[in-house]
């Protein structure tokens, strides 16, 4: 490797003086820096700033223009800063950081519509949680940003979020041919910006107390069927913006009694999609064990 040298000028009095570099440095950027901060990736100038008289600094390919405070003359420190530069360059010292170019996955999100016409399924083309979540209002989406912001538009009445699609649910008095657009465009701005879903602080905890076989153990039967709901049942009610949970098994009357969330909460085909869906499933796999599914809104 060629060796640096570094030749300092600068006129006299003047608080700035010009460290010139042979050879060039290799990098394609001009910059100017103001204090130690900005310089965070830029080590070179990094070092400059741990001196007390240095104010301000501009890195070029071929040279170093650097403005001192008016507390010394350049000429009583220049040759020993060009020494230190030269030395640090020398030995293989930093000069930049490389910034990774992290290239963006254009976002796309299309607006399909569910069985419940009160609700519309947004689908993305990108991850948006690994969780199943519900939010009935803005007070359940506490450090839930995206949720926070969907609740600001007047016609949303719940959200309800699962891996790469939002499921909407909206009030009577809007047409969904009036917002769709509006809500679509929404989305999609909010992804492309990588802004947060889940704040740090999120309470997943809350969305627990939905799922009542995650906090008590379940007996074979209960076992059964959770199995059947996610294999059969969880599927299909996704692909329609919705979600199924187990809550509990009652042995004595064999009822099934479920959660309904997203476009499946208040969905006027929900009654028949339970009696002649899910309720026709469990009682074909579990013969004797299940005569009654029966569901609450989630």
Request: proline content about 5%; hydrophobic content about 40%.
């Amino acid at each position: 490797m060629k060796k640096i040298s570094i030749v300092a000028t600068c006129k006299k009095g003047s608080p700035i003086a010009k460290f010139l570099i042979t050879p060039p440095l290799d990098i394609s950027v001009s910059k100017t820096f103001i204090n130690i901060d900005q310089a965070a990736d830029a080590p070179l100038v990094k070092q400059l700033f741990f001196l007390p008289f240095i104010k301000k600094v501009a890195l070029e390919n071929s040279s170093l223009i650097v403005e001192r405070f008016e507390i010394l003359e350049w000429e009583e420190v220049i040759q020993e800063v060009a020494e230190q530069i030269e030395k640090y360059l020398n030995e293989g010292g930093a000069i930049l950081n490389e910034v990774r170019k992290v290239e963006k996955v254009p976002v796309t999100v299309y607006a399909e519509s569910t069985p419940n016409p009160s609700a519309m399924k947004f689908v993305a083309n990108k991850k948006i949680t690994n969780k199943t979540l519900s939010f009935e209002n803005t007070n359940s989406a506490q450090d839930a940003p995206l949720v926070k912001e969907l609740f600001k538009f007047p016609f949303v009445k719940e959200v309800f979020i699962d891996e790469n699609y939002i499921s909407i649910s909206k009030n009577d008095t809007t047409q969904w041919e009036e917002v769709v657009m509006e809500i679509r465009g929404f989305i999609k701005s909010y992804l492309e910006e990588d802004k947060t879903i889940l704040g740090p602080s999120f309470d997943s905890n809350r969305q627990r107390k939905k799922n009542a076989n995650l906090d008590q153990p379940l007996n074979d039967t209960e076992q059964e069927i959770v199995k059947i709901l996610e294999e059969y049942v969880k599927p299909a009610v996704a692909s329609d913006g919705g979600n199924i949970i187990f809550d509990s098994y009652q042995d004595a009357d064999k009822r099934v009694k479920v959660v309904l969330q997203g476009a499946c909460s208040g969905c006027p085909s929900s009654t028949f999609t339970l009696k002649n869906g899910i309720e026709n499933i469990l009682k074909e796999m579990l013969p004797g064990k299940v005569e009654l599914v029966e569901a609450v809104n989630g």
